[in-house]
């Protein structure tokens, strides 16, 4: 699903909870829910063209530097969630993502998220300004003229 209105884009993915993700009480623990932000981010790459190989490909990496989610309601063995990624604009040298957490079958608020990831080159050292292709990766998707 693509959609891009009032300067953000968002993508979903569905995905089943599995017994190696929870713990003695069968809740999803905590250190699942940056795995499924990771599928998230690897889904909204791919559908918007965004893949971190074609980050590096231009000279790149975009390490996260900043991981934060929250609890609402517990996800449970079996459930079957889907997560929203939606993108976030900014005119600093960044990449931002909230995140959804959804129980499909109820659409109960689960869990939500943010993330944020900056430019390195490949010598490792901090990009202080929006790389080229990541400017022309706007363009492309209408969020700046």
């Known amino acids: 699903m693509l959609i891009h209105t009032n300067k953000t884009l968002k993508a ?9 993700e929870v713990d003695s009480m069968r809740v999803v623990w905590h250190g699942s829910y940056p795995l499924y932000f990771e599928d998230a981010r690897e889904e909204f790459g791919r559908q918007y063209k965004l893949e971190y190989l074609r980050i590096a ?4 990496f975009a390490p996260l ?6 609890y ?5 063995y079996g459930m079957h969630p889907r997560i929203d990624i939606i993108y976030r604009l ?6 931002l993502f909230d995140y959804e957490i959804y129980d499909n079958d109820t659409g109960e608020l ?3 998220g943010r993330s944020v990831q900056v ?3 490949k ?8 790389p080229d292709f990541y400017e022309e990766w706007k363009r492309m998707w209408k969020l700046i003229d």
């Open 90 to 95: 900014t005119e600093a040298a960044k990449i």
């Open 119 to 121: 430019f390195m080159d």
């Open 65 to 70: 530097v900043d991981l934060r989610f929250q």
């Open 57 to 60: 490909e231009f000279g790149y």
């Open 12 to 20: 979903s993915k569905c995905f089943d909870i599995r017994f190696s």
């Open 72 to 76: 609402h309601k517990p996800l449970v």
């Open 110 to 112: 689960m869990a939500t």
């Open 123 to 130: 010598d490792y050292q901090l990009v202080w300004t929006n």
